[in-house]
């Protein structure tokens, strides 16, 4: 059955700390794997990732994606309180399968 | 770009009444339309599959008589929730993918339904 997990379930740091969100997926028919952030409503993307390797950067986020080992790390640089969100990943091709998430919570 | 609305954002109604919620891409064609349903402080769930002028793929355990989806235009999905009941409360998410976008998905802001 095909599955992603997401570590760990839920995070809190203070402004400023980096942290590391970390995806691990098991899909058949895997193409891509795609960062979302979750405020109060529906997703919004951030990144998409088909290479193995290479990183993927905008402003203090990053990402990148081992294709080998099957998993994904989302780091963010310098936190922000308004980094607070849940963080989604999904990896698939036509249709996706999302992790659970991990919530994180920066305190000011 | 890439902007996707859902309509209502926030929907009230009595058992047994049936709930239209509209999910609009407002600038770029969206040869393919998902549906995804969110419990709360739990991740989505695919319920369907909707491409612009054919059925719609259902994800298995997703009642398509329940759940009726229809994309009649490059622009529009709507997913119909016939016969509410109070365990279809939920939070609804459509997001669409439009012609070489490759696999990005954009998510509509989502409509909350609650059934009494």
């Known amino acids: 059955e095909d599955k992603v997990v997401q570590s760990p379930l839920s995070l809190v740091v203070h402004e400023g700390d980096t942290v590391t969100l970390n995806c691990s997926y098991e899909?058949?028919?895997?193409?891509?794997l795609l960062w979302y952030k979750q405020e109060k409503k529906a997703p919004t993307f951030l990144f998409m990732l088909t290479s193995s390797g290479i990183e993927k950067k905008s402003g203090r986020l990053s990402s990148i994606l081992d294709k080998k080992e099957l998993f994904s790390i989302l780091n963010i640089t310098a936190t922000q309180t308004g980094d607070s969100a849940v963080y989604l990943c999904a990896g698939g091709t036509y249709k996706y399968i999302f992790g659970t998430g991990t919530r994180l919570k920066v305190l000011a | 770009g890439a902007v996707v609305s859902q309509h209502p954002s926030w929907v009230i109604c009595k058992s047994g009444t049936s709930v239209k919620i509209e999910c609009r891409s407002l600038?770029?064609?969206?040869?393919?339309m998902f549906w995804y349903r969110q419990f709360p402080k739990q991740s989505l769930m695919l319920m369907a599959t909707s491409n612009e002028g054919s059925k719609a793929t259902y994800e298995q355990g997703v009642e398509k008589d329940k759940f009726l989806i229809n994309h009649a235009s490059l622009t529009l999905s709507t997913l119909t929730v016939t016969s509410a009941h109070p365990e279809d409360s939920s939070f609804y998410i459509c997001?669409?993918?439009?012609?070489?976008?490759?696999?990005?998905?954009?998510f509509g802001p989502g409509t909350r339904l609650t059934v009494l």
């Open positions: 600038d770029f064609q969206a040869t393919t």
């Open positions: 899909v058949t028919n895997f193409r891509s």
């Open positions: 997001s669409a993918r439009g012609e070489g976008s490759a696999d990005t998905q954009y």
